[in-house]
């Protein structure tokens, strides 16, 4: 009797095994699903972010040709495609430094040191909008 009563309790423990297997698998199924949508969420935010972020260079592209010079509009429309910040810091650099120069020579009657200023701006409120 006491092999069967063993046998009883063995037959249980795999019962309770395979339970609990099942559970843990259930588990595991609703744990990957959930991983699933996040990450499908997370694809569907950066594609919104990267559709904001074009509509805005554009926008921003589009006030550049009123003031800008077109070496500098042409410079910005290249990082339409590459969203490299380092890019658009370098123009701005240039920019920055183009300005120092006419204020050291003191050549700031030259009609386009106010467009260089102005294009200064955009391009700033630019950067501060894509890296924040």
Do not use: C
């Not at 290249?78 to 650099?93: A, E, G, P, Q």
């Amino acid at each position: 009797m006491t092999t069967n009563t063993s046998e009883e309790s063995g037959l249980e423990e795999l019962h309770r095994l395979s339970r609990e297997i099942r559970d843990m698998e259930k588990e595991l199924n609703q744990d990957l699903g959930r991983a699933k949508e996040k990450i499908a969420l997370a694809g569907k935010k950066h594609a919104i972010w990267k559709l904001v972020k074009d509509i805005k260079v554009s926008l921003v592209l589009d006030k550049l040709k009123n003031v800008a010079p077109p070496e500098i509009t042409e410079r910005f429309d290249s990082f339409k495609d590459s969203h490299d910040t380092n890019d658009l810091r370098k123009l701005i650099l240039g920019i920055v430094d183009e300005l120092e120069n006419r204020v050291e020579s003191k050549d700031l009657d030259n009609p386009s040191t106010a467009s260089l200023i102005k294009t200064l701006g955009i391009l700033t409120e630019f950067l501060f909008y894509v890296e924040y």
